[in-house]
């Protein structure tokens, strides 16, 4: 059964630091291209980010470039995001999305999320 | 970026009515296109990619259409289940833009 568990949410300051983790099972892990995505309280889903599967090439939302790093640890079956720099408007429930495979690029299995909420 | 605009924002519709949703992307996106259903609480989960594949388990009471800039999906037979919030994506280009959504209610 695949499953993706989000971890590391929690209560964190405006500017300061947090590293978010997904830890994938049931799959292949290394063979799936990985994205996070976000959902602010009562609002839409947000794309924020995209790793391919080697690690080759990642992509962000402008709303995060600069300030979130994407990675992953295959041996692990991990998937990571950092955040740097947080602002309010990134309070939110993040999840980890895996891509399909066969193409569609649509976003196939998602963990149950985690929230991240930035105050003071 | 491709802007997706979904409508309507909200609907209501009773049991067994045939209910459509509106997805319009500002460029061409192929059939890079897909649908997510979610229910308070819990995370989406894909039920239409490819615009027009229905995500296996998923019922085939949904249908989906269109190619270009223009899609629907259609929930042919409406059912209580079926109550939720539903999300178009393209997933044509980055960044993956998703539509607004689209909540719908069972009167």
Redesign the interface.
Known sequence: EVQLVESGGGLVQPGGSLRLSCAASGFTFSSYNM?W?RQAPGK????VS?ITSTSSSM?Y??SVKGRFTISRDNAENSLYLEMNSLRAEDTAVY?CARR?LEG?????Y????TLVTVSS | ?IQMTQSPSSLSASVGDRVTITCRASQSIST?L?W?Q?KPGE????VM??AS?L?SGVPSRFSGSGSGTDFTLTISSLQPEDSATY?C?Q??S????????TRLEIK
């Open positions: 994205n995505v839409g889903l947000e794309w995209y992509y939302a402008d999840y399909d569609h690029n649509h976003l196939d998602w963990g149950q999320g | 970026d890079y897909s997510y979610q995370a989406p989960k894909v990619f490819g594949s995500q999300y994506q997933s044509y980055i960044p993956r833009t998703f539509g607004q959504g």
